[in-house]
């Protein structure tokens, strides 16, 4: 059974971290490319950050996360990583990962899909 556990996730104040971690099972990481989503009320799902299968390429898909956010995977953990530093309230949003066959950082392009971890920047 394909299945992505995700964790880290909470509430932080503004200027702080978060590392979230997405854990894969029933299907081997290393083929896909993985990628970090999130979801704020009222909005679309939107891509932040993608990585490719080789993990030597990285996609910044919202700019405003550049310098502040990193993706990373370890394939032997068959884990994806999302380090967020500089957090703004704006960044309040559940957070998904997903992966898919190929490369790219759209939602509607992943297959697999985590089930939502709730970030929340605010004093």
């Known amino acids: 059974q394909v299945q992505f556990v995700e964790s880290g996730g909470g509430l932080v104040q503004p200027g702080g971290s978060l590392r979230l971690s997405c854990a894969a099972s029933?299907?081997?990481?290393?083929?896909?490319?993985a990628g970090w989503f999130r979801q704020a009320p009222g909005k679309e799902r939107e891509g932040v950050l993608c990585i490719s299968s080789s993990g030597g390429g990285s996609t910044y898909y919202v700019d405003y996360v550049k310098g502040r956010f990193t993706i990373s995977r370890d394939n032997a953990k068959n884990t994806v990583y999302l380090q967020m530093n500089s957090l703004k309230p704006e960044d309040t949003a559940v957070y998904y990962c997903a992966a898919m066959l190929g490369y790219g950082c759209y939602p509607n392009l992943y297959d697999y899909w985590g089930q939502g971890t709730q970030v929340t920047v605010s004093s």
């Open positions: 029933g299907f081997t990481l290393d083929y896909y490319a």
